[in-house]
């Protein structure tokens, strides 16, 4: 591989988010460029294909084994993701997943395993992680805007898919924990820069799919501080975050999907003086930006030896894995599971 040349994306599923989001952004970046379409339906793919100028299309298995192809995007139901992935890393491409990236955690050892032995790189694309406005909401925190962290509030809510939606097949790795409860549990331990010591989950299912659309959960960090999580399928749009420190709080209303053009807005809450009149209340604008173009340009960058970035994708994906397995294990058991039991 030509070390200057963009980096030749194989795609993985004719999904919606491809065609919305992951691929208008690859063709956006200078250091990607886009190769060959996969689907199960041929027809499909070479539809998909025309759309983006796309000159080759085929099926998964024509994308794996195309020898010019250095990263394969997934974005096929959760439950498929991990035997993908590790076909993809097997043949020696790195791997661009979908988040979730698995629904196990020990599948997602193995996808890490994979990767390493072939020596590839592997990514879970929670794409929000490299929008600007975290690291605003970050550097207000260091700078001691609020004060000491004691706790995180994040939810995530839509409407109802569909009821053919992949989300709604179990066997495919459907329910919302994985879709969207995935989300401000992510973004807690990117807040707290660290992961949880215990976590306590329920969920609500539907009783016809049987897969869960509605749940919450408690994360707690080192020092007492704690995450509240919520997700709810079937609901008023929400995509929000608030963090409280013993001075103030900071607030994001659209912290997970943010369209490349909006720009968004943080509420920073803080005392001057300890009193409900010494309060002030300022919204800092954080200009528009596509982080789907940012997270896959800092993919290439590293993949590309251009420089080391600060982000360790893997330890990032098994982390999250193992902080989403304590929640099933949470909700199977009905007790709150420590981290440190889980191997
Ligand atoms: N990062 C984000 O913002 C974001 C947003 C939405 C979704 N996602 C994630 O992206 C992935 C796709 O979500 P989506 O909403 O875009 O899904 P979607 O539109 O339903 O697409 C999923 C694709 O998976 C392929 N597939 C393979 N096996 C399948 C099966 N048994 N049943 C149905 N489809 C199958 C199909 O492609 P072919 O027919 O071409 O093979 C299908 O088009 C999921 O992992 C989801 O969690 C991420």
Redesign the pocket.
Known sequence: MNKLEPLKFGI???????????IPAILKSEFAELKII????KE??NK?SNEFNCKENGT?DDVISDESVDIVY?????G??AELAIKAASAGKHVYC???STNSFNSAKKMIECSKNNNVRIME????RFHPQHKKVKDLINDGKIGDLNSFNGSFGFPS?PED???Y?KE??GGFL??SGCYPICASRMIFDEEPISVMYQSQNEPKSGVDVKGMSILTYKNNKTANVTYANGNYYQAKYEVWGTNGIISLDRA??VPPDFTTKINLQYNIENTWEGRKNEIIEIPSSDH?LKMIDIFCIEIMGKRKTSFNFEEELLNQAKVMEAHRLSNSSHKEIWLSEIN
């Open positions: 993985i599923g004719c999904s919606r988010i491809a065609k919305r989001s992951v996969g689907s199960r339906n499909k793919s998909f998964y997934i974005s096929t139901p959760i498929t993701h979908e988040k979730s694309g929670f794409m929000f898919f939606d992949i989300r097949n495919l790795g994985n879709d997970y999907s789907f």
